[in-house]
Each structure stands twice: as structure tokens, then as C-alpha cells.
């Protein structure tokens, strides 16, 4: 069996029950919390094969509104909420695209030096490599967020903050939360940490969220390069949960500031190279 496969069978087993304790008339609490816990699981599997295409084709078909068929098409490919762009007088933004082009140009700046980097080196070389590689993946994200929103702006739509300076982060919590990558966040809260949150157990829904991003990134990984390099991946996103967590029983946002940047920073120097690996082995560096 496939993983594909195997992802489809549980997708539609998970429907299964769900729609089985929907339609029963005689529904004990036990048979409500498994409903609940079916539908809330094929939703999270549905995620992590389909992506972002699917949960915005789900949040069509949740949100009461009508929408345009040309609406529908162009919400579904958006990396962002289209619902909540505003329409606004078609300017050049200069600011966003030197921003962009900067990052841009240490993009390529990074991508060519681990590209000419001998291998060998020593532990000398892997920590430059990491420190490269974690640069890269920074300045890719930032620049196709300001370059994205110049474009729409041009065309007078929008589009609010999708990255929000994350290296000015004084705790894990606070980069992950509230500056990395915001379009990805507001999904992973709406359908992994919102379900448990309302049902009062708001760190089993910090802990999907984290596991849902994991899923995710190692599938993305695995389709490139395989399974174990894809484990080391998914590994990365965990641990950063259960940083999270640690870091709220230790009240790391309350510490001064400069304190609080130096948490932030040791973590991440001692996780990320799970995460640069095997990033820079999907793009063959």
C-alpha cells in the first residue's frame, strides 16, 4: 500500500464515522466526542496531503456569503485569506520592493556560496553551511512576502502583513505566533489549535498546531528526498512545540528583553539545522 493510498483510506474512514454518528438517532456522549474527533481528524489528514488549497476550498464552503465563481477560483490559490483584502487606489510600492529585492539579493548571495562551498571542512564548514542555510530560508520567505504584496498592490488590492520582521522575536511563542509566515499561522490555528482551545485545552491545540506543521513539512520532504530526511524535518516542528510550551511554564515573555532574545536565539541556533538539512537536500545543495 501507497502512503498516498493509505492517507485516502483513513480520510474516508475517518468521514465515515463521522457522517455514521451524525445521522444516528440515538447518540451517546461517547458516540458525540467520537463524531467530533472523526470529522476534526479526517479534516486534519485532508490538510496535511492537500494543503492550503484544500482548507480554502473548506472555508468557502463553511462561510454563509456568496462569492463569484471568479472569487472562488482566485480564493482558492491565494496563499492568504482573500476575504480579508481591501480594496485600495493602485500604487507602486517602492518601500516593499526594495525590502523584497534586498532579501532577494541575499537569497541569491546565500544559495551561491553553499553552492561553491567545498565539501568537507570539517564541523568549521556544516556550521557555516546551517548558518547559510537558515539565512536562505529566511530571506526566500521575507522576499516573496513583499514582492506578493507590491504585487497586489499595483493592482489596488490590500493585502495585510505576512511577515513581520521574525528575527526582532524576543520568545519562540511570539516568532512563531505572531511574525512567521502569518497566512500558514491563521490556518493551522482556525483548523489545529482553535478546536481543542474551545474545548478548553488550549496546549494539546498548541501542540497540533506545531504537529499539524510537521505533517505537512514532511510530506513535503519525503515527495523530494525520502523518508528519514523527511522524520528529521517533521522533527524540528515538534520540538518547537514543546519549546513552546516549556518556554509558557517559564514565563520567558516576561524576562527583559535582551534576555528574552537570547532564549530565542539558542533555541533556534540549536534546533535549526533540522530544518536547513534537509532543506537545502530538496533544492540538491
Not at 157 to 169: A, D, K
Request: with cysteine.
Amino acid at each position: 500500500m501507497t502512503l498516498s493510498l493509505f492517507h485516502a483510506t483513513l480520510l474516508l474512514v475517518l468521514l465515515a464515522l463521522a457522517v455514521a454518528v451524525c445521522v444516528s438517532k440515538r447518540r451517546s456522549r461517547a458516540a458525540q466526542k467520537l463524531g467530533v474527533v472523526s470529522a476534526w481528524g479526517a479534516q486534519f489528514v485532508a490538510l496535511l496531503v492537500e494543503g492550503p488549497p484544500f482548507v480554502r476550498a473548506l472555508d468557502l464552503y463553511r462561510d454563509p456569503e456568496r462569492y463569484s465563481l471568479a472569487f472562488r477560483y482566485w480564493f482558492i490559490g491565494t496563499v492568504f485569506d482573500g476575504r480579508k483584502v481591501a480594496r485600495v487606489r493602485p500604487q507602486i510600492e517602492w518601500k516593499l520592493l526594495a525590502r523584497g529585492g534586498a532579501f532577494l539579493a541575499l537569497f541569491c548571495v546565500c544559495f551561491w556560496l553553499i553552492r561553491e562551498q567545498r565539501p568537507g571542512g570539517g564541523l568549521a564548514a556544516l556550521l557555516i553551511r546551517w548558518l547559510l542555510g537558515a539565512a536562505l530560508a529566511y530571506a526566500f520567505v521575507d522576499c516573496a512576502a513583499h514582492f506578493l504584496r507590491a504585487i497586489y498592490a499595483a493592482l489596488g488590492v490590500g493585502v495585510g502583513p505576512m511577515h513581520c520582521t521574525p528575527i526582532l522575536s524576543r520568545t519562540v511563542q511570539e516568532f512563531w505566533g505572531e511574525r512567521w509566515n502569518r497566512p500558514v499561522h491563521e490556518l493551522l490555528t482556525r483548523y489545529c489549535f482553535a478546536p481543542f482551545a474551545r474545548r478548553r485545552r488550549p496546549r494539546v491545540g498548541v501542540f497540533m498546531a506545531f504537529a499539524g506543521s510537521a505533517g505537512i513539512h514532511f510530506w513535503m520532504t519525503y515527495a523530494a528526498i525520502g523518508v528519514w530526511l523527511a522524520l528529521v524535518m517533521g522533527a524540528f516542528f515538534l520540538l518547537h512545540g514543546a519549546i513552546v510550551l516549556v518556554e509558557r511554564r517559564m514565563r520567558v515573555a516576561r524576562w527583559r528583553g535582551p534576555w528574552g532574545r537570547a532564549w530565542t536565539i539558542g533555541c533556534f541556533t540549536l534546533t535549526t539545522p533540522l530544518f536547513v538539512e534537509p532543506g537545502l537536500r530538496v533544492l540538491e545543495l
